[in-house]
């Protein structure tokens, strides 16, 4: 199933979030980390530190294995919606990029 996630980042962690996606840490993780980490490469965030990124996920529970390995540390909040494709309709900066220079 394919889920449209917007979430809040923890500004105090952003900077560890970064370290484990960029050092094969998240990557590593089965099933899900490779999906976590090209989720996050393709993530965009706004001003206001909202983040928002489309992911594969086949838990009875949206992401639930992501949230509670990962995701439920570096986000304060955390939000996915069932869609059916994804859309481009996330034309904000990258967040990739924005983590490199927090």
Not at 35 to 43: D, G, Q, T
Not at 60 to 71: G, N, S
Request: contains cysteine; glycine residues 2%.
């Amino acid at each position: 199933m394919l889920y449209k996630i917007t979430a809040t980042i923890n500004t105090a962690k952003i900077k560890e979030f970064y370290i484990k996606l960029t050092d094969g840490s998240i990557a590593s993780q089965d099933p899900d980390g490779k999906e976590m980490l090209a989720s996050m490469k393709r993530a965009k965030i706004t001003d206001t530190g909202l983040v928002t990124w489309y992911e594969r996920c086949f838990c009875a529970i949206p992401l639930q294995h992501e949230r509670i390995t990962v995701y439920d540390h570096y986000f304060d909040t955390f939000t996915p919606i069932l869609v059916e494709e994804v859309k481009e309709d996330i034309s904000r900066q990258s967040f990739w990029e924005h983590m490199k220079t927090a």
